[in-house]
RNA sequence: GACCCCAUCGUCUAGAGGUCAGGACAUCAGGUUUUCAUCCUGGUAACACGGGUUCGAUUCCCGUUGGGGUCGCCA
């Protein structure tokens, strides 16, 4: 009874790419959904670029993203002298030979010799594969300054972690002949492969930096809720087979299978992870929403302090929908903490400045400041009864009271607005507004 | 160049011989609304091409075209 072993296996370069981090939300699901279990090594074999820091960065991703793993991580800079091993073992058993390869002078390094015989299996994503002997090369497992090459740590480490199924970029394909036969040379069971497609531009092209944001750090910081980002990528070449696309982590883990992973290359769509986040901030509990609100604008450099957080959350709920990215708060809601709120030119021509506009924001001044209580239902009520009494529409009303106390023409529900404000707050503003604006 | 992979609306996808080719995002047109965002209704929009196989191909096979990947003492 063998458990279901996956593993993700990033070198740690400081940045951490969506196409990777896909890699690894495939396999900690594949693993979860078969009860198997889910490893990390970190491959830090380029000393140059594997730093603390590149390597906490690896793990903060993940961490944020919910991929838990279990046992230790394996560190591959601990194995050479295993892997080493490992290359002397196949220099005995005639698997492998020195050569100065080129003859370049550089001394020795140690070649795997390919078995000289086609080598095919069966990817979990792709279907029968075979590569014939011929094109098949040996290729160099220990370099002549005597360090070993990646495919034999690669190699060596799964089988030391015990890997049972290889989840990874299609851009290893041509690479799974080698090491199915350095597994055989090493007498190791074979894991079973699946090789993701590419996530791709609009030109086809591997999806880098140049096309917006590549790494999932850059995600973390625009405000993406790390379940947007998650169920995004996981629907990037996979689908649960019925029409559902937001879907909580559970319910991916529940639904999760190989064989529905597509083998075709995909584009990213920011628009719709953009819409996808909005689907997930509105499941989230509404106190939590507020959170990620402050902390996302504690990072621009947006929150002020002292801000009362019952004032916050309640901002937070009014503005609804309009908030897509929890950064957003501070860009489109800054009007509701800022008493010094800039006032939109296009508006103030619009709403206040036409005849008479100000004598009726003196007047609804005076139906809010003598209002019973400041409730949405009895503030528009007032509201209503004024523009009723002067024979106006209501909107004569409501646009240059919510430039007045918000300074912009959009915005939330004007009386939930007010009612969220308060009496004091909004007549301050009024008042702010017609000094500023009374001829 | 050699070897390999891929091909359904603009995008993400469902589809595993017979469907009006379904859904989502985007888009367009209405409706609701004090604005915006929502929300509701409806619409436009796809099987790359050519051969087969079959009574019947989006679906199976071959080819073409197009795109991509790999060909390091990188990982």
Same mark, same amino acid.
């Given at each position: 009874?063998?458990?279901?072993?996956?593993?993700?296996?990033?070198?740690?370069?400081?940045?951490?790419?969506?196409?990777?981090?896909?890699?690894?939300i495939y396999n900690w699901l594949f693993a979860r959904h078969e009860g198997g279990q889910f490893l990390l090594r970190i491959e830090d074999t380029d000393l140059e670029r594997s730093t603390p820091a590149a390597t906490q960065t690896v793990l903060d991703s993940m961490?944020?993203?919910?991929?838990?793993?279990?046992?230790?991580?394996?560190?591959?800079?601990?194995?050479?002298?295993?892997?080493?091993?490992?290359?002397?073992?196949?220099?005995?058993?005639?698997?492998?030979?020195?050569?100065?390869?080129?003859?370049?002078?550089?001394?020795?390094?140690?070649?795997?010799?390919?078995?000289?015989?086609?080598?095919?299996?069966?990817?979990?994503?792709?279907?029968?594969?075979?590569?014939?002997?011929?094109?098949?090369?040996?290729?160099?497992?220990?370099?002549?300054?005597?360090?070993?090459?990646?495919?034999? &740590?690669?190699?060596?480490?799964?089988?030391?972690?015990?890997?049972?199924?290889?989840?990874?970029?299609?851009?290893?394909?041509?690479?799974?002949?080698?090491?199915?036969?350095?597994?055989?040379?090493?007498?190791?069971?074979?894991?079973?492969?699946?090789?993701?497609?590419?996530?791709?531009?609009?030109?086809?092209?591997?999806?880098?930096?140049?096309?917006?944001?590549?790494?999932?750090?850059?995600?973390? $910081?625009?405000?993406?809720?790390?379940?947007?980002?998650?169920?995004?990528?996981?629907?990037? &070449?996979?689908?649960?087979?019925?029409?559902?696309?937001?879907?909580?982590?559970? $319910?991916?883990?529940?639904?999760?299978?190989?064989?529905?992973?597509?083998?075709?290359?995909?584009?990213?769509?920011?628009?719709?992870?953009?819409?996808?986040?909005?689907?997930?901030?509105?499941?989230?509990?509404?106190?939590?929403?507020?959170?990620?609100?402050?902390?996302?604008?504690?990072?621009?450099?947006?929150?002020?302090?002292?801000?009362?957080?019952?004032?916050?959350?309640?901002?937070?709920?009014?503005?609804?929908?309009?908030?897509?990215?929890?950064?957003?708060?501070?860009?489109?809601?800054?009007?509701?903490?800022? $008493? $010094?709120?800039?006032?939109?030119?296009?508006?103030?021509?619009?709403?206040?400045?036409?005849?008479?506009?100000?004598?009726?924001?003196?007047?609804?001044?005076?139906?809010?400041?003598?209002?019973?209580?400041?409730?949405?239902?009895?503030?528009?009520?007032?509201?209503?009864?004024?523009?009723?009494?002067?024979?106006?529409?209501?909107?004569?009303?409501?646009?240059?009271?919510?430039?007045?106390?918000?300074?912009?023409?959009?915005?939330?529900?004007?009386?939930?607005?007010?009612?969220?404000?308060?009496?004091?707050?909004?007549?301050?503003?009024?008042?702010?507004?017609?000094?500023?604006?009374?001829?």
């Open positions: 009874m063998s458990t279901i072993r996956t593993r993700f296996a990033p070198s740690p370069t400081g940045n951490v790419h969506i196409g990777n981090i896909r890699a690894a961490a944020w993203l919910g991929l838990d793993y279990d046992g230790e991580v394996l560190y591959q800079s601990t194995q050479r002298a295993h892997h080493l091993e490992l290359a002397e073992q196949l220099l005995r058993s005639g698997h492998a030979y020195k050569e100065d390869k080129g003859g370049t002078g550089k001394g020795e390094c140690v070649i795997f010799r390919m078995p000289g015989t086609d080598i095919g299996y069966h990817d979990l994503v792709k279907g029968d594969l075979l590569k014939k002997a011929e094109d098949l090369r040996d290729f160099v497992i220990v370099r002549s300054d005597g360090s070993p090459v990646f495919h034999l &740590g690669n190699v060596a480490d799964d089988i030391t972690m015990g890997v049972t199924h290889v989840i990874r970029g299609d851009d290893h394909v041509e690479n799974t002949f080698k090491h199915i036969a350095l597994y055989r040379a090493l007498g190791a069971p074979v894991p079973q492969f699946a090789h993701l497609p590419m996530i791709v531009n609009a030109q086809g092209k591997p999806y880098s930096k140049r096309d917006g944001a590549a790494y999932v750090g850059e995600f973390r $910081e625009r405000g993406f809720l790390p379940e947007a980002l998650f169920n995004s990528l996981a629907l990037l &070449g996979w689908s649960p087979g019925d029409d559902r696309e937001v879907m909580t982590r559970d $319910e991916m883990v529940a639904a999760f299978t190989l064989d529905r992973v597509r083998s075709a290359p995909s584009q990213l769509d920011m628009t719709k992870l953009l819409w996808m986040n909005g689907e997930h901030m509105r499941r989230m509990d509404p106190l939590a929403v507020a959170d990620a609100c402050r902390a996302a604008m504690e990072r621009e450099g947006l929150w002020r302090d002292g801000t009362d957080m019952d004032y916050f959350r309640a901002a937070v709920a009014c503005m609804g929908d309009r908030i897509k990215l929890f950064p957003d708060m501070g860009h489109n809601a800054a009007f509701f903490f800022d $008493e $010094e709120f800039p006032y939109d030119e296009k508006s103030v021509r619009k709403r206040l400045q036409k005849p008479g506009a100000l004598d009726l924001l003196r007047d609804e001044r005076a139906i809010l400041a003598a209002a019973p209580d400041f409730s949405p239902a009895a503030l528009d009520a007032a509201i209503h009864a004024l523009a009723e009494q002067r024979g106006l529409g209501l909107g004569d009303l409501v646009h240059p009271l919510r430039v007045a106390v918000s300074g912009t023409g959009v915005g939330p529900g004007l009386f939930e607005m007010l009612a969220v404000m308060g009496r004091d707050r909004v007549l301050r503003r009024i008042d702010r507004t017609l000094s500023t604006y009374a001829p």
